[in-house]
């Protein structure tokens, strides 16, 4: 009886195991200062292959790439982030669309001024879709906080 509880048990862990939502994106965070008050706040993406994520200005068939900032009284957020990486672009038939993706890794780089000389934290959240040339994963948003000091 116990070697069947102890199979039951590792048979129900191992499923639990593969039921766990795939997400092939590692992302990392921080704020690096560019002057006085003046900072790149840089999120990067390190996907794996053979994924890829989405640029932030695609118009048609995918979720592209979206960075939302809380709101911070202290800080002023200066145009829509930079992407730096290896952009590619393909048709895709799925979409009936050309898409612009990135692959390996790219770094969403957004400037940002504080209004007063004084440390503080910026927060928000980057969603997002990744696909192969076999599927999709459902779009995903992961929560970023960095200090400006």
């Not at 202290?74 to 692959?103: C, H, P, R, T």
Request: charged share 20%; glycine share 4%; aromatic share 10%.
């Amino acid at each position: 009886m116990k070697k069947y509880i102890l199979t039951s048990l590792f048979v129900i862990s191992a499923v639990l195991t593969q039921a766990q939502r795939m997400n092939p994106v590692n992302w990392s965070f921080q704020a690096v200062k560019k002057a006085d008050k003046q900072y790149d706040v840089i999120l990067t993406a390190n996907v794996e292959a053979p994924w890829h994520i989405y640029s932030q200005f695609v118009k048609k068939g995918p979720i592209p790439t979206t960075i939302e900032f809380k709101t911070n009284p202290l800080v002023q957020i200066k145009g829509a982030a930079k992407e730096i990486g290896k952009l590619e672009k393909s048709f895709d038939k799925n979409f009936d669309a050309e898409i612009s993706y990135f692959s390996g890794k790219v770094q969403f780089v957004q400037s940002v001024t504080l209004k007063v000389a004084s440390k503080t934290k910026l927060s928000g959240t980057i969603d997002y879709m990744v696909c192969n040339d076999e599927k999709c994963l459902p779009p995903i948003s992961v929560p970023f906080e960095v200090v400006l000091q």
